[in-house]
C-alpha cells in the first residue's frame, strides 16, 4: 500500500520568514496530494490540493510543488503569520470511486511573533 | 464548520460501557469515513462509505461497528474498548463523483477509556 513520509514533524519560523514541509510517497499511481491544517481542537481542514497533472499550485500565500519522477511534493507559506501556526498535514491517494487518503504524521508548525 | 458535525465532542467511557458516536454531513455527499488519529501517528482510516455501502475496513478490530443509515449520517458503535482505543476520532465526507472529490472533516470526538 501507500506508504507518506512527512518532513519535520516541528518548524519554527519567524513572522514574515517562508515555511516549506516536504513528503514523500511510495505509490506511483497516487495522482492526488492535499494538504490539510489541524488547530487545536478541530479536524483537519483542506488548505490546497495538487492533482498529478500539474507540478505547482498557488493560492495567496500558500504553494504547493509536485514531482512525479521523484514522488515528492512540498507545501510552501511565504510571510508567515502567528495565525499559521497549526500541525500540518499532507496525504497522498491514487483515486478510485471514494478516495483513500494516506496522510503523512503531521508537522507542528510555530510562527514567533 | 465545514458541513459536517461530530457528537458527542468529548467521550469518557469504561471498558464495559457501549456507546455510539455519531456523525452527520450537510454538503450533499455520497460518501463518509472514519479516522482515528492518535498521538503523534497518522490518521489511520478505519471504515469508508460509498452510498451506504461498507467499501472499506482497514482491519479494526470487531469493539468498533460502523453505521451508516443514510448517506448523510454515520455511527460509530463502541463496545468493550482498550486503553489504547483512546483517540481523536475524525469523521469525514466527500463527493466521489466528479472533481474535485476532497474530504471535508468534522471536529471530531475524543474519546477516553478508563
Known amino acids: 500500500g501507500e506508504n507518506v513520509e512527512q518532513h519535520p514533524s516541528t518548524l519554527s519560523v519567524q513572522e514574515g520568514d517562508s515555511a516549506v514541509i516536504k513528503c514523500t510517497y511510495s505509490?506511483?499511481?497516487?495522482?492526488?496530494f492535499p494538504w490539510y491544517k489541524q488547530e487545536l481542537g478541530k479536524g483537519p481542514q483542506l488548505i490546497i490540493d495538487?492533482?498529478?497533472?500539474?507540478g505547482e499550485k498557488k493560492d495567496q500565500r500558500i504553494a504547493v510543488t509536485l514531482n512525479k519522477t521523484a514522488k515528492h511534493f512540498s507545501l510552501h507559506i511565504t510571510e508567515t503569520q502567528p495565525e499559521d501556526s497549526a500541525v500540518y498535514f499532507c496525504?497522498?491517494?491514487?483515486?478510485?470511486?471514494?478516495?483513500?487518503?494516506?496522510f503523512g504524521s503531521g508537522t507542528q508548525l510555530t510562527v514567533l511573533p | 464548520e465545514t458541513g459536517v458535525t461530530q457528537t458527542p465532542r468529548h467521550l469518557v467511557m469504561g471498558m464495559t460501557n457501549k456507546k455510539s458516536l455519531k456523525c452527520e454531513q450537510h454538503?450533499?455527499?455520497?460518501?463518509m469515513y472514519w479516522y482515528k488519529q492518535s498521538a503523534k501517528k497518522p490518521l489511520e482510516l478505519m471504515f469508508v462509505?460509498?452510498?451506504?455501502?461498507?467499501?472499506e475496513n482497514n482491519s479494526v478490530p470487531s469493539r468498533f461497528s460502523p453505521e451508516c443509515p443514510n448517506s448523510s449520517h454515520l455511527f460509530l458503535h463502541l463496545h468493550t474498548l482498550q486503553p489504547e482505543d483512546s483517540a481523536l476520532y475524525l469523521c469525514?465526507?466527500?463527493?466521489?463523483?466528479?472533481?474535485?472529490?476532497?474530504?471535508?472533516f468534522g471536529p471530531g470526538t475524543r474519546l477516553t477509556v478508563l
Open positions: 469525514a465526507s466527500s463527493q466521489t463523483s466528479g472533481v474535485p472529490d476532497t474530504q471535508y
Open positions: 505509490d506511483s499511481a497516487s495522482n492526488y
Open positions: 495538487i492533482r498529478s497533472n500539474v
Open positions: 496525504a497522498a491517494s491514487r483515486g478510485g470511486s471514494a478516495r483513500q487518503l494516506t
Open positions: 454538503l450533499g455527499h455520497n460518501a
Open positions: 462509505y460509498n452510498f451506504k455501502e461498507q467499501t
